[in-house]
């Protein structure tokens, strides 16, 4: 697999209703989804999605959050998938993201910030591989 990218549509936005208006925007800007789940991870299973971020501050607070309630991980396929959908979503914080950016649209703080996107092309696949067996990515 080349050319995808991992998102997580986080709690907050699937709480308030946003995950039909944030895959539009998605799907509009040209990326085709390969896999897609709802999923509530427990803590453990946040934990170690996030593992990198083990010695930042603010881990426990991200791991308690994105174990607050289902998320939507989704697979996504486009030409330079991973620059291209960070450029579509924007800066981590949503108050730095561009006009237009879905942190900008849908983000309320730097942990609720809407969604997720893989930083690099390897990182795609292990995330990819954390949600998806390679038999539901289509
Ligand atoms: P995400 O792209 O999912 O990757 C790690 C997440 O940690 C990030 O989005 C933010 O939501 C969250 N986070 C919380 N605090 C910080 C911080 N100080 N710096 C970077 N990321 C943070």
């Given amino acids: 697999m080349s050319n995808i990218t991992l998102?997580?549509?986080?709690p907050d936005a699937v709480k308030d209703g946003?995950?039909?208006a944030i895959l539009d925007q998605i799907i509009k800007a040209g990326f085709k989804v390969k896999a897609m789940k709802l999923k509530h991870l427990s803590?453990?299973?946040?934990?170690?999605?996030?593992?990198?971020?083990?010695e930042r501050p603010f881990y426990n607070d991200l791991v308690k959050y994105m174990s607050?309630?289902?998320?939507?991980?989704?697979?996504?396929?486009?030409?330079?998938?991973?620059?291209?959908?960070?450029?579509?979503?924007?800066a981590t914080n949503p108050a730095n993201a561009?006009?237009?950016?879905?942190r900008k649209n849908f983000g309320k703080s730097l942990e609720s910030n809407a969604i997720?996107?893989?930083?690099?092309?390897e990182n795609a696949?292990?995330?990819?591989?954390?949600?998806?067996?390679?038999?539901?990515?289509y």
């Fill in 7 to 10: 998102t997580i549509i986080k």
């Fill in 18 to 20: 946003h995950t039909g």
């Fill in 43 to 54: 803590a453990a299973e946040a934990g170690k999605f996030y593992e990198v971020h083990k």
């Fill in 68 to 90: 607050s309630g289902p998320v939507v991980p989704a697979v996504l396929e486009k030409d330079d998938a991973v620059a291209s959908f960070r450029t579509l979503i924007g």
């Fill in 98 to 102: 561009d006009e237009g950016t879905i």
């Fill in 116 to 121: 997720h996107g893989s930083d690099s092309n």
């Fill in 125 to 137: 696949l292990i995330e990819a591989g954390f949600f998806f067996a390679g038999t539901e990515i």
